[in-house]
């Protein structure tokens, strides 16, 4: 599965076709986190085959469909099972927010290679990550500490300049040369000048 950095929530729903035997047959139902339809058939698939004996030839899509939020205005915490194989083994793991691209980069996961359990709103209280916990409305300061990320840029430009001394930008020029005098292109020579 490529690494687009959405997953969309879609619901899957599958069985055996009909035989001259048995008329009725279960329906198994799915939850699947991918970017498209094609791939959640590919993923129903996958698990279907590993949890009973179907596979897709022998088998049909009965229904294929984006669940959509209910209140996408709200801000909501999710806590998510999932499992993912690393270059080692396979991990199982808890996680109070989940980027497909922040498994690849901390945990060296691949985005296929990510399984995505159960997913569940939580209330704030029952947050079990420190670095998250401070993002909740009610404990967000209303201006963060410190200087703002320009006025941290100025003061380490001006750092830098005090240390460099005057002249062009840092690595353009050596540092012998920035207070060499600059010649200037069309300068007119004194004619009362005996050099």
Not at 23 to 48: C, E, G, Q, S
Not at 61 to 75: A, D, H, N, W
Not at 101 to 112: E, F, L, N
């Amino acid at each position: 599965m490529k690494a687009l950095g959405t997953l969309r929530e879609c619901k899957v729903v599958g069985r055996c076709p009909p035989t001259p035997k048995c008329h009725t047959l279960p329906l198994y139902r799915m939850r699947i986190f991918a970017p498209n339809d094609v791939i959640a058939k590919t993923r129903f698939w996958y698990f279907l085959s590993q949890l009973k004996k179907m596979k897709k030839s022998s088998g049909e899509i009965v229904y294929c469909g984006q669940v959509f939020e209910k209140s996408p205005l709200r801000v909501k915490n999710f806590g998510i099972w999932l499992r993912y194989d690393s270059r080692s083994s396979t991990h199982n793991m808890y996680r109070v927010f989940h980027v497909s691209r922040d498994m690849g980069a901390r945990y060296g996961a691949w985005t296929h290679s990510i399984q995505i359990m159960k997913v569940e709103e939580i209330a704030a209280s029952k947050c079990r990550r420190p670095a998250v916990k401070p993002r909740f409305q009610d404990q967000v300061p209303a201006t963060p500490p410190g200087p703002a990320p320009s006025a941290l840029a100025a003061l380490h430009h001006q750092e830098a300049q005090h240390l460099l001394g005057p002249g062009p930008s840092p690595g353009c020029a050596p540092n012998k040369l920035r207070n060499a005098p600059v010649k200037k292109k069309n300068e007119k020579k004194d004619i009362n000048c005996k050099y």
